[in-house]
């Protein structure tokens, strides 16, 4: 099942995709506990696809590939405020000048959860999306102040859907910029599999559904510049795209 958040003018709602017939059908509430059809359809020209969740926190998997096992999770944190959907732009700090993309499955969290088993932590997953796990590399390198490296508003990209029915096991994930591959990896590379990520993480903190686990990327991320286009596409879920404009310089916000 392929389980989306879309705009309908106003109108912010959860629906379920249904790729044959080209509609989106949909849905009352969250579907994390339920799915409740409305009884609505909308074509794909009356919507825009959004984030595919809300979630309280993002957890980034560090050194999740490679030939070095580190001797526990390396881990950081992005806040929801940095997550965008499809096709909204990643906007380039001004204090940044290395902004790297890389390219990651991401973890759905369906259930609460606190301390799970590895042996029944699938059973808390509502399903898996790709993820844009970008970072202001010289920001991050200095002084491995990662999470302040991933925070900025933008840089987490989700989307397009969320896919329930998948074995993560052995998915193809590649990144192109303008066209070009610049990632070409699979997750059965990665260091601690789907299971192995929910249960450490649900050790260190609860987890609420619509969390999101980022759990690492191949070899061959890289900088973007501004007028870049991204795509993270993950085999039997699709592709997300972003464009990268230029250094958002910061505004200040005014309290009453």
């Not at 700090?93 to 259930?111: C, D, F, M, S, T």
């Not at 200095?142 to 508003?153: E, I, L, R, V």
């Not at 969320?162 to 260091?191: F, Y």
């Not at 987890?207 to 980022?214: A, E, H, Q, R």
Request: hydrophobic share 40%.
């Amino acid at each position: 099942m392929l389980i989306a958040r879309v705009a309908a003018g106003d109108d912010r709602m959860y629906a379920r995709v249904d790729t044959d017939a080209g509609l989106f059908h949909l849905l009352s509430g969250a579907p994390f506990d339920e799915i409740r059809p409305t009884g609505e359809t909308r074509p794909p020209a009356e919507v825009r696809l959004l984030a595919p969740t809300e979630p309280s926190k993002v957890l980034v998997a560090g050194r999740n590939y490679g030939d070095v096992l580190t001797p526990d999770l390396v881990v950081f944190m992005k806040p929801s405020t940095s997550v965008i959907g499809p096709d909204s732009p990643v906007l380039l700090p001004v204090e940044a000048k290395e902004v790297r993309y890389e390219g990651e499955l991401a973890v759905v969290i369906g259930r609460r959860c606190r301390d799970t088993p590895e042996d029944v932590a699938d059973q808390v997953v509502f399903g898996y999306t790709c993820a844009n796990d970008v970072t202001a590399w010289d920001i991050g390198e200095p002084s491995g102040h990662w999470t302040k490296a991933k925070s900025f508003d933008t840089f987490c990209p989700l989307g397009p859907w969320i896919r329930t029915d998948l074995d993560p096991m052995n998915l193809g994930l590649r990144t192109t910029v303008n066209g070009e591959v610049r990632q070409d990896g699979s997750t059965k590379q990665m260091n601690r599999d789907v299971r192995a990520l929910v249960a450490r993480c649900s050790t260190l903190m609860t987890l609420l559904p619509g969390d999101v686990i980022l759990t690492g990327t191949p070899a061959g991320g890289g900088a973007l510049r501004s007028g870049d286009e991204v795509t993270v596409q993950i085999d039997e879920i699709g592709s997300l795209s972003n464009p990268v404009a230029g250094r958002r310089v910061p505004s200040p916000t005014t309290l009453a």
